[in-house]
């Protein structure tokens, strides 16, 4: 038989011979969304940013952490994270060399304020592309195009980060944790309360375990933690399948303190009195199956991926 050829691919039934036409500005790439955490002394800002065009957040991601007001930039999946110092800064912007940045952030009790400025197609991103994403509750934005100067400032609400571990949901004949957390987690993301993040965390493999011995955390930008712990453990208690399972929550910006418990865990078993007590951010214990320890053990490898994912077997 002859050689098939393959079908073009097409959207929603249309001829891509004939494109019918761009919804909205044609040089507008409207951001999805935007949101911000802080920590609890606004001395800190995440600004977390959803893309639809990963070349135009990479050239962000390389040209924006030239600011001083940037600490440090990381993409994380379907999100570039910026971590900033608040403040202002009078960016010295150049053709190709530094073309756009972050220029100040600036932390109130329910709101945060983030300003961009950028030359040429950076000020297209810097004004026209964030000023109307998802997330924005107001904002103030220049014309831009072609090479003109141009930014805008953006406010968006204060959040904390919440970040929820559960561990043990499954049965040796059904189940699988990691993807009860995620549907729960898309089941309760709102508006005050935006899904982030979904890591597993390999643990040391005990002899109670039921198959890989992983544990689990969803990161949340949340301006409701108290409901948004609430609705989780409601959905979580309904639908686990095990007696043992184990919930726990950190609500703050860093929960690196708990790093050496979680290392212990990845590293043998460890007795439940352990769990340790932290002076940053808090740490509730919601549902205390035997599954609490590796829940706990979750909280602090949020987005840590490679760590988070490696299999110790003691001596490491």
């Known amino acids: 038989m002859p050689d098939k050829e393959p079908e073009r691919f097409s959207l929603s039934g249309k001829d891509a011979d004939t494109p ?14 935007i949101v911000a955490v802080a920590d609890e002394h606004g001395s800190a800002v995440e600004l977390i940013e959803f893309f639809d065009c990963l070349g135009g957040a990479m050239w962000s991601k390389h040209h924006y952490a030239q600011s001083p007001v940037v600490r440090s930039v990381r993409n994380c999946g379907p999100t570039m994270r910026y971590l900033l110092n608040p403040g202002k800064a009078d960016l010295d912007l150049q053709g190709s060399t530094f073309p756009a940045g972050i220029c100040g952030a600036a932390v109130a009790d329910d709101e945060i304020e983030i300003s961009y400025v950028g030359i040429g197609g950076g000020g297209v991103g810097a004004a026209s592309c964030r000023s109307f994403a998802g997330g924005v509750t107001r904002c103030r934005a220049d014309p831009a195009g072609g090479g003109k100067r141009a930014g805008s400032t953006v406010w968006l609400p204060r959040r904390q980060r919440v970040l929820i571990g559960v561990d043990d949901t499954d049965t040796p004949d059904e189940g699988a944790t990691w993807t009860l957390t995620h549907n729960i987690a ?14 597993i965390v390999q643990l040391f493999p005990v002899p109670y375990r039921t198959k890989n011995c992983v544990s689990i955390v969803c990161e949340f930008a949340s301006a409701e933690p108290a409901l948004l712990v609430d609705r989780f453990q409601r959905l979580l208690e309904r639908y686990t ?3 043992d399972t184990g919930m726990a929550v950190f609500t703050g910006f860093d929960p690196s303190p708990l790093l050496p418990f979680g290392r212990k865990v990845k590293r043998g078993e460890v007795r439940r009195d352990l769990i340790p007590r932290i002076g940053e951010g808090t740490l509730d ?27 110790w077997t003691g001596s490491g």
């Open 20 to 33: 019918e036409g761009i919804t909205g500005d044609p040089y507008v790439i409207r951001y999805p969304g």
């Open 186 to 199: 898309r089941a309760i993301e709102d508006e005050a309360s935006r899904y982030l993040s979904h890591t």
């Open 241 to 243: 399948l095990s007696e």
């Open 285 to 311: 214990l919601i549902i205390e199956g035997r599954g609490i320890i590796g829940a706990v053990a979750a909280l602090p490898f949020y987005t840590r991926f490679e760590e988070a994912l490696s299999l």
